[in-house]
T-cell receptor
Framework: ETGVTQSPTHLIKTRGQQVTLRCSSQ?????VSWYQQALGQGPQFIFQ???????GRGNFPPRFSGLQFPNYSSELNVNALELDDSALYLC????????????FGSGTRLTVV | RKEVEQDPGPFNVPEGATVAFNCTYS??????FFWYRQDCRKEPKLLMS???SGNEDGRFTAQLNRASQYISLLIRDSKLSDSATYLC?????????FGKGTRLHILP
């Protein structure tokens, strides 16, 4: 069984640029969610997708956007990067929504300079 | 009041001891509750779901008190390998809210 995989593992971007992070969900999982984790903090919920539709969103500005594809893989896009966007971005998948619990990928470490 | 609150710790506990974590949540409409553990520089891993009737998995016991809006995790006979950060997770509406986590150090 293939787990959740994320790419790239590390990324350095300049303030003002745009970035796309990718996630392949675990086989059989139709729900994916994205999180931002700053050092020493718990993961902060960005949004959740179920069957290609966003069905939950945290307190993040519209420059954080996402997609889920028919194969349930997903992208997180961040426009107009700010220094505070530097964090670990985690993707997680679930077989049927939040009530089932999530399996996490190992994350993408984004540094904005 | 924060949506999910946990004691940040760290808890320094001798091997073999029992340790308890508590977590409070603010949204009474929350439906699902979980404990995750996160090792240093690793992703969170699901430890256990928390059910209204309480549930046990080996040395780990989770309980939910809906009236007081808190959940708890008890670890018995703690092992060195239990050293990690323990994250409380609550699912109100269409959101998934993590606490900041409680760091646990098991001392030999």
């Amino acid at each position: 069984e293939t787990g959740v995989t994320q790419s790239p593992t590390h990324l350095i971007k300049t303030r003002g640029q745009q970035v796309t992070l990718r996630c392949s969900s675990q086989s059989g999982h139709n729900t994916v969610s994205w999180y931002q984790q700053a050092l020493g903090q718990g993961p902060q919920f960005i949004f959740q997708y179920y069957r290609e539709e966003e069905n939950g969103r945290g307190n993040f500005p519209p420059r954080f956007s996402g997609l889920q594809f028919p194969n349930y893989s997903s992208e997180l896009n961040v426009n107009a990067l700010e220094l505070d966007d530097s964090a670990l971005y985690l993707c997680a998948s679930s077989p049927g929504g939040a009530s089932y619990g999530y399996t996490f990928g190992s994350g993408t470490r984004l540094t904005v300079v | 009041r924060k949506e999910v609150e946990q004691d940040p710790g760290p808890f320094n506990v001798p091997e073999g001891a029992t340790v308890a974590f508590n977590c409070t949540y603010s949204n009474s409409a929350s439906q699902s509750f979980f404990w995750y553990r996160q090792d240093c520089r690793k992703e969170p891993k699901l430890l256990m779901s928390v059910y209204s009737s309480g549930n046990e998995d080996g040395r780990f016991t989770a309980q939910l008190n809906r009236a007081s809006q808190y959940i708890s995790l008890l670890i018995r006979d703690s092992k060195l390998s239990d050293s990690a950060t323990y994250l409380c997770v609550v699912n109100p509406d269409d959101k998934i809210i993590f606490g900041k986590g409680t760091r646990l150090h098991i001392l030999p």
